[in-house]
């Protein structure tokens, strides 16, 4: 629990009972999920293969990659976003281990277990991302891939994600970021090269308010995403 932020957690446990609702605060993390799982499907072909999603929070993720034939453990420091993932789980069937356990512990207590990890919209969350991104590379295969996404640190950022998506769109809860804590994809990809991962792709995702549609694309001013492998 040394790299967690309690009010983080709260923040997220507080609306966990909403996690599932496409039209709740969630309804961006349903939106953009078909395209970070098509992504990381086109590079891992993760059926088949053991895959830990760090951060799973109710299990949107988690369950559509079990979905695609993945042995996935889902783990988060929220108990009642993994209660709502637990219920979940027993409504839709698809089978999702869940785990109550920081990345850095599982980390040590099963390194080189998963052919896949993915800790997608967390980074920006916590008080030391390396760390993190060092629990991805210990967690890993080798040969195997790390998926990591956050919010790029600029000015077009905090007007995107902060005052429009926030205080403008309502597109998420006021407070739900925190600028400061964003993350330029040259300092994650440092975080990456020190943890001893190669980058493989790094690709924007971009959204149209006019549209109401996410695509993805070489943009990464805002939301970004890197593809990343171990060394076999």
């Given amino acids: ?23 709740s605060e969630f309804k ?21 293969k053991a895959v830990v999603d760090i951060g799973c929070g109710g ?33 839709s069937g698809v089978a999702v281990d869940y ?12 390194p080189g277990a998963y052919d896949v990890v993915t800790c997608m919209e967390m980074l920006e969350h916590v008080p030391d991302p390396a760390s993190i991104v060092n629990a991805c590379r210990q967690l890993v295969k080798p040969g195997g891939w790390v998926f990591l996404s956050t919010l790029n640190r600029n000015p077009k950022s905090y007007l995107f994600a902060i005052i429009g998506a926030e205080y403008i769109l309502n597109m998420l809860p006021k407070s739900t970021h925190d600028w400061a804590k ?9 975080h990456v090269r020190n943890a001893g991962l190669d980058a493989v792709e790094v690709m924007g995702m971009t959204y ?7 695509t993805l694309e070489q943009d990464t001013d805002v939301n970004y995403m890197i593809a990343c492998r171990r060394e076999a």
């Fill in 59 to 91: 299990g949107i993720l988690a369950e559509s990659m079990a979905q695609r034939g993945a042995r996935v453990t889902g783990i988060d420091l929220s108990e009642k976003a993994l209660k709502v993932a637990g219920l979940h789980k027993l409504e």
């Fill in 99 to 110: 785990r109550h356990i920081a990345a850095e512990d599982l980390a040590a207590e099963q």
């Fill in 28 to 48: 961006p993390l349903h939106e953009i999920n078909p395209l970070r799982l098509d992504w990381i499907d086109n590079h891992a072909r993760i059926a088949g």
């Fill in 182 to 190: 964003f993350i330029k994809p040259a300092e994650l990809a440092r």
């Fill in 1 to 23: 629990m040394s790299n967690a932020d309690q009010l983080e957690i709260d923040k997220f446990s507080a609306l966990a009972h909403r996690w599932w609702d496409p039209n």
């Fill in 208 to 214: 149209n308010p006019f549209t109401k549609v996410y």
